[in-house]
């Protein structure tokens, strides 16, 4: 068993509700977080770009993640979406127990 938090910014909140909700209802992810408001400067292009992201961390288990970054990527607006994994995390024994009953590989 082991958590992670899978952190992944989108262009709009639109999106980012779309993917987390289905991530969600697919067990991929046993819930995901949306912040939104962030501004973000990165380099694209050969430039320093700026854009209002929203970003969305996903809390998933270990087993899950492959499957959670390739349904990302699939689904996500951009070429090359943003994807951090972080972890393992340490929670609680009976949060890590929820969120592996709640995802699946």
């Not at 992944?8 to 991530?23: D, H, I, Q, S």
């Not at 996500?76 to 890590?96: D, F, K, M, Q, T």
């Amino acid at each position: 068993m082991g958590v992670v938090a899978v952190h992944v910014t989108f262009p709009n909140a639109e999106e980012a509700r779309a993917l987390a909700r289905a991530a969600v209802d697919q067990r991929l992810a046993a819930c995901a977080n949306i912040f939104a408001g962030m501004h973000s400067f990165y380099w694209w292009g050969g430039d320093v770009q700026s854009a209002d992201e929203v970003a969305v961390v996903f809390k998933t288990a270990a087993k899950s993640v492959d499957a959670l970054m390739a349904f990302v990527v699939k689904h996500h607006s951009h070429e090359v979406p943003a994807i951090v994994v972080l972890g393992p995390l340490r929670g609680g024994v009976s949060y890590e127990e929820w969120v592996d009953r709640e995802t699946r590989a």
